[in-house]
């Protein structure tokens, strides 16, 4: 009897998934444990890996396809085996499924037996419904000069590959007509950056852009399954949590010249001005422990450690990569685990584990030159820091007008879970620590 695979639940948030890419062919013989497609979730490309034995007869969906957890997406069973009716008869079920139906199998078919809550089975393979004997088609790589509308908005290569490139980049290369798929990076990974984009003479320009058109058609893009997930938990953040704001401005002469000599004194790892900051949010969150909590509707939850979270941006959206145990790291350990987390997310490698359950989360945006910004608290957690940019200022010193380092800093907190006193208090210390920063080695 043939075996019905199904979208698997890949993560714990997952609702529906989109098929990046079929690892196994029509015909192909699939054991449990092979890999048998990349799926896009809610927070990252993932593989999924087979439940089930069997020859590859049928594929039910193509690369790009959403549906929903538990909709058919392909069809095992034994060599030579004619599966055309029930492909059919999956192929309506999808429709219906598709169409707002409830994920159960026909009435026709036995129910399959129940499989790891967090990890059911799938198969994979390539693009259409399929017979056994039928090759799998040579996929058509999308021609460079061609828009990609969809989930992978970004311009690709003549191989296929996404460009990667920081987003000022790509909004330079927008307003200069330049062709992205001709530039090569200089940043991390070989990842564009602007100044690969600004330092390019007229000539490697794309042709004919000077020549903008007055009349010029919008473009609807696909929205991803991490944009999706986004935009639902922070409207549920926002909406649920009642926020409120507390600010406080930095002397960070002292935190200036800590990291210079640190850097100084060794080569293991350049510190940041984020790890100093990540590094002091912990310390203060152990001397105040009424704030690494998190609102269950009837019960308050304090954290046994300090699982920091961090945001990350990425092309497709925003992910918050967690540290767990941070109160257990130093500062050059902390910004290792920080560098190699970050690097994950970008490369869209994160397990669901690594991106869920933070305590407390910080945002920075001082790199983009933000002064000052509120950001939306990231669930679990009952607060989140929004970090502006470190800038030179005129300042009051002994009565004296000088030139002062100095940082902004914002703490959103749901006020069911800590009340302004305590906002206010950790906020305080903070502050404490990132102007006499030699605690921070401790």
């Given at each position: 009897m043939p075996t019905i695979v199904e979208m698997p639940r890949l993560t714990d948030t997952m609702e529906e998934g989109t098929l990046a890419a079929w690892l196994k062919g029509i015909g192909d013989k699939v054991s449990a444990g092979d890999p048998l497609a990349d799926v896009e979730t809610d927070k990252a490309v993932m593989t999924f890996e087979s439940f089930d034995q069997g020859v590859l007869l049928a594929l039910l969906i193509a690369p790009g396809d959403t549906v929903p957890l538990g909709a058919p997406i392909a069809i095992l069973g034994k060599a030579g085996e004619d599966v055309t009716a029930v492909a059919e008869e999956q192929k309506k079920r999808l429709a219906g499924l598709l169409a707002g139906?409830?994920?159960t199998a026909p009435q026709q078919e036995a129910p399959a037996p129940a499989k790891k809550a967090l990890e059911p089975k799938s198969v994979a393979s390539v693009a259409a419904i399929a017979q056994p004997p039928a090759p799998a088609?040579?996929?058509t790589p999308t021609p460079v000069s061609a828009p990609v509308v969809g989930d992978r908005t970004a311009p690709v290569d003549a191989d296929g590959h996404r460009v990667k490139a920081s987003p000022l980049a790509r909004r330079v290369a927008l307003e200069r007509g330049v062709d992205l798929t001709t530039v090569a990076g200089s940043g991390p990974h070989g990842r564009i950056i602007k100044r690969d984009v600004a330092d390019l003479e007229p000539s490697r320009r794309v042709a004919?852009?000077?020549?903008?058109?007055?009349?010029?058609?919008?473009?609807?893009?696909?929205?991803s399954q991490m944009r999706k997930t986004i935009a639902k938990r922070l409207v549920e953040s926002k909406q649920s949590a009642p926020h409120y704001y507390l600010t406080m401005s930095v002397d960070a002469d002292r935190l200036v010249s800590l990291r210079a000599e640190i850097n100084a004194a060794q080569d293991?790892?350049?510190v940041s001005y984020n790890d100093l900051i990540l590094r002091a949010c912990v310390v203060a969150l152990m001397d105040h422990p009424e704030v690494n909590v998190a609102w269950e509707g009837t019960t308050l939850r304090r954290f046994a450690g300090v699982q920091l979270g961090f945001a990350v941006a990425l092309d497709e959206g925003l992910i918050s990569p967690v540290v767990r145990d941070a109160d257990t790291l130093g500062l050059i350990a902390l910004g290792e685990r920080v560098r190699e987390l970050a690097g994950r997310a970008r490369d869209q490698k994160l397990e669901s584990a690594e991106y869920t359950g933070a305590s407390f989360t910080v945002s920075n945006l001082g790199m983009y030159g933000i002064d000052h910004f509120t950001a939306i608290i990231n669930p679990p957690g009952a607060c989140i820091l929004a970090v502006g940019a470190l800038a030179q200022q005129p300042v009051v010193k002994d009565g004296q007008l000088a030139v002062g380092h100095r940082l902004t800093v914002t703490l959103s907190c749901d006020h069911r879970a800590v009340d302004g006193a305590r906002g206010a208090a950790f906020l305080a210390d903070l502050k404490t620590i990132l102007e006499?920063?030699?605690?921070?080695?401790l």
């Amino acid at each position: 009897m043939p075996t019905i695979v199904e979208m698997p639940r890949l993560t714990d948030t997952m609702e529906e998934g989109t098929l990046a890419a079929w690892l196994k062919g029509i015909g192909d013989k699939v054991s449990a444990g092979d890999p048998l497609a990349d799926v896009e979730t809610d927070k990252a490309v993932m593989t999924f890996e087979s439940f089930d034995q069997g020859v590859l007869l049928a594929l039910l969906i193509a690369p790009g396809d959403t549906v929903p957890l538990g909709a058919p997406i392909a069809i095992l069973g034994k060599a030579g085996e004619d599966v055309t009716a029930v492909a059919e008869e999956q192929k309506k079920r999808l429709a219906g499924l598709l169409a707002g139906g409830a994920a159960t199998a026909p009435q026709q078919e036995a129910p399959a037996p129940a499989k790891k809550a967090l990890e059911p089975k799938s198969v994979a393979s390539v693009a259409a419904i399929a017979q056994p004997p039928a090759p799998a088609p040579t996929p058509t790589p999308t021609p460079v000069s061609a828009p990609v509308v969809g989930d992978r908005t970004a311009p690709v290569d003549a191989d296929g590959h996404r460009v990667k490139a920081s987003p000022l980049a790509r909004r330079v290369a927008l307003e200069r007509g330049v062709d992205l798929t001709t530039v090569a990076g200089s940043g991390p990974h070989g990842r564009i950056i602007k100044r690969d984009v600004a330092d390019l003479e007229p000539s490697r320009r794309v042709a004919g852009a000077a020549a903008t058109p007055l009349v010029r058609e919008d473009t609807v893009v696909r929205v991803s399954q991490m944009r999706k997930t986004i935009a639902k938990r922070l409207v549920e953040s926002k909406q649920s949590a009642p926020h409120y704001y507390l600010t406080m401005s930095v002397d960070a002469d002292r935190l200036v010249s800590l990291r210079a000599e640190i850097n100084a004194a060794q080569d293991r790892l350049k510190v940041s001005y984020n790890d100093l900051i990540l590094r002091a949010c912990v310390v203060a969150l152990m001397d105040h422990p009424e704030v690494n909590v998190a609102w269950e509707g009837t019960t308050l939850r304090r954290f046994a450690g300090v699982q920091l979270g961090f945001a990350v941006a990425l092309d497709e959206g925003l992910i918050s990569p967690v540290v767990r145990d941070a109160d257990t790291l130093g500062l050059i350990a902390l910004g290792e685990r920080v560098r190699e987390l970050a690097g994950r997310a970008r490369d869209q490698k994160l397990e669901s584990a690594e991106y869920t359950g933070a305590s407390f989360t910080v945002s920075n945006l001082g790199m983009y030159g933000i002064d000052h910004f509120t950001a939306i608290i990231n669930p679990p957690g009952a607060c989140i820091l929004a970090v502006g940019a470190l800038a030179q200022q005129p300042v009051v010193k002994d009565g004296q007008l000088a030139v002062g380092h100095r940082l902004t800093v914002t703490l959103s907190c749901d006020h069911r879970a800590v009340d302004g006193a305590r906002g206010a208090a950790f906020l305080a210390d903070l502050k404490t620590i990132l102007e006499a920063p030699l605690g921070l080695l401790l």
